[in-house]
């Protein structure tokens, strides 16, 4: 099965954002890197002396991906392309797969990496895994998703990076989306970018992080697709990366999006070891932000999810782990965990199918006499309060009481979940870290139609 990349403009024409060098002459590498608006509006220096994404591995189900390129050249791993079999790293046509490769874990060059394209993760490792597109030739019988989704799984991903559009997923995906769930790999997938009220299968897979595009003010891209499950948003509009036919390109489109989603989920994997794939979404979830003016709205919205992401504070706020699962919900037939995470050792579940049913041979001896023996201790019970009752109801109420004058009454109720003050009302987009960039340089020319 090929697909096509989830930089799809309305009405199917496919682009990959405009290369920065057609025929008009090259940018400079300092001015690429002034470009990458999403770093300053992280204040990505700051969120490097935290976590870079050492020691974590993104998997990136795409095209393949240009590992020579002097941004990307050591942080690229072999892969495998399921498509025309060999690795995945020496891709020098298709652009797409080195474009998130690069905002994910791009290392930039020259001096200090001061210039061309620098990744949300630096220090990273991207797991390239070349998957047909919709005009390449798929070796018939294969599932070539299934397979990187799985490949990824088995191979140290503990991130998987879906930047493709597969609105209907077979049953041989679905099963693979889910193994990875299991094995505790964060899945990340586009909205896509037709501009519709409906998502695809894929970012509407249990367990998947379904990532929407916002612009710099934090508003949401007019061609992001927006639903119910859509759960987080991050930059997507005039978006800087590398390439691979060409030294860099620009872009608008949910990809760019659920690459920056993917590099903060491998800051967060490498600041915290131990949490697991659901609680750090949670991390993402419970400090997201909402632009001035959307502060109340009901979370999740359809076009936002739970707000865009804000790295900083996903890596130094203090957020409960949370439960296993955290805001993503269990793909169908598996055991959902407990408030507490998994099931305690020895313990069984009502998924387990152990323990919790009586047999067709009937209540035992013991259980009957144990029952007895409940029946008589609550008839006891009553008796002794009813006895009470009445000897208090001859002296009248006591004072105060549960509603009463002078009681407690009801406890306050606590915010629920994901809606806690403060983490959706920041002053403005992106504001959240201290010593944060001023302005933003000009944005850069809209980005003209082409592959």
């Known amino acids: 099965m090929s697909f096509t990349r989830t930089l799809r403009a309305v009405g199917g024409v496919m682009v990959a954002g405009a290369l920065l060098f057609g ?21 990505a220096e700051s969120v490097w002396k935290i976590s870079t994404g050492k020691g974590v591995t993104i998997a990136v189900i795409d ?12 942080n690229v791993l072999p892969g495998k392309d399921f498509g025309q079999g060999g690795t995945a790293d020496q891709e020098s046509v298709n652009d797409h797969g080195t474009g998130m490769a690069s905002i994910i874990a791009g290392h930039g060059h020259g001096a200090g990496g001061s210039q061309g394209v620098k990744g949300l993760a630096p220090e990273a490792k991207i797991l390239p895994l070349a998957i047909p597109g919709e005009d390449d030739v798929a070796a018939p019988g ?8 799985k490949y990824a799984a088995d191979h140290g991903a503990s991130v998987i990076n879906m930047s493709i559009d597969a609105d209907v997923l077979t049953e041989e995906q679905k099963e693979a989306l889910s193994y990875a769930n299991k094995k505790d790999v964060l899945l990340v997938a586009g909205t896509g970018n037709d501009g519709r009220g409906r998502l ?21 891209w007019d061609k992001s697709n927006y639903g119910p499950q ?6 997507g509009t005039l978006i800087r990366s590398a390439a691979a036919s060409k030294p860099y390109r620009l872009a608008n489109g949910t990809s760019d999006s659920t690459a920056f989603v993917s590099g903060a989920a491998a800051l967060l994997r490498a600041k915290f070891p131990d949490l697991t794939a659901g609680q750090i979404a949670n991390r993402l979830v419970k400090t997201a932000g909402l632009p001035p003016g959307q502060a109340g709205m009901k979370l999740p919205d359809p076009h936002y999810g739970y707000g865009f992401i804000k790295p900083f504070s996903a890596l130094t706020k203090d957020i409960p782990p949370g439960s296993k699962n955290g805001p993503l919900k269990t793909p169908k037939g598996e055991s959902a965990p407990s408030a507490g995470g998994a099931t305690a050792p020895g313990a069984s579940s009502a998924a387990d199918g152990q323990g919790n049913e009586q047999t067709d041979s009937g209540l035992s001896p013991v259980v009957i006499v144990g029952i007895a023996v409940g029946v008589l201790v609550v008839v006891a019970i009553i008796v002794i309060v009813v006895v009470r009752q009445k000897k208090n109801d001859r002296n009248g109420p006591p004072p105060g009481g549960f509603g009463g004058p002078g009681g407690p009454g009801f406890a306050p109720q606590q915010p629920g979940p994901y809606q806690q003050p403060g983490p959706y009302q920041q002053p403005g987009p992106y504001q959240q870290q ?6 933003y340089p000009p944005a850069p020319p809209t980005p003209p139609p082409g592959r």
């Open 200 to 220: 695809g299968d894929l970012p509407s897979y249990p367990g998947v992080v379904a990532v929407g595009a916002v612009d710099k003010a934090g508003q949401v």
């Open 142 to 149: 294969e599932d070539d998703l299934a397979e990187a989704v």
């Open 434 to 439: 201290p010593n944060g960039p001023g302005a």
């Open 63 to 74: 095209d393949a991906v240009n590992g020579g390129h002097p941004d990307l050249e050591g």
């Open 230 to 235: 859509t759960m987080l948003t991050a930059p």
């Open 23 to 43: 025929s008009a002459p090259a940018a400079s590498a300092d001015q690429i890197r002034a470009d990458q608006w999403p770093l300053k509006a992280f204040d």
